[in-house]
């Protein structure tokens, strides 16, 4: 996406390799997302517009536009009731 920040030691997997399984995907990042410094971001996830992620997060589903997600397993802390960002 355009206009996003990616911090430092983040790693975006595009396939994975389990005991039983190989798992491949694409991974989109939309517009305006932050994602925080050391997060690991799983095959086959979208994190949508305006989306922030939060430092060490693993991300293994997908994020929705404008909210705010952490933590491993991910949470969704925050989902926008807007198009332009998270609920106040």
Do not use: W
Not at 41 to 46: A, E, H, K, S
Not at 48 to 74: I, M, R, T, W
């Amino acid at each position: 996406g355009k206009n996003c920040v990616i911090g430092y030691h983040t790693t975006i997997l595009a396939h994975e390799y389990l005991i039983d399984e190989y798992r491949i995907g694409e991974v989109v990042i939309g517009d305006d997302v932050m994602i925080g410094a050391n997060t690991t971001i799983l095959p086959g996830v979208t994190i949508g517009d305006g989306a922030v992620v939060a430092a060490g997060s693993v991300v293994h589903k997908d994020v929705p536009s404008g909210s705010f997600a952490c933590g491993n397993p991910l949470q969704i802390r925050h989902k926008s009731s807007e198009k332009n960002g998270p609920e106040q």
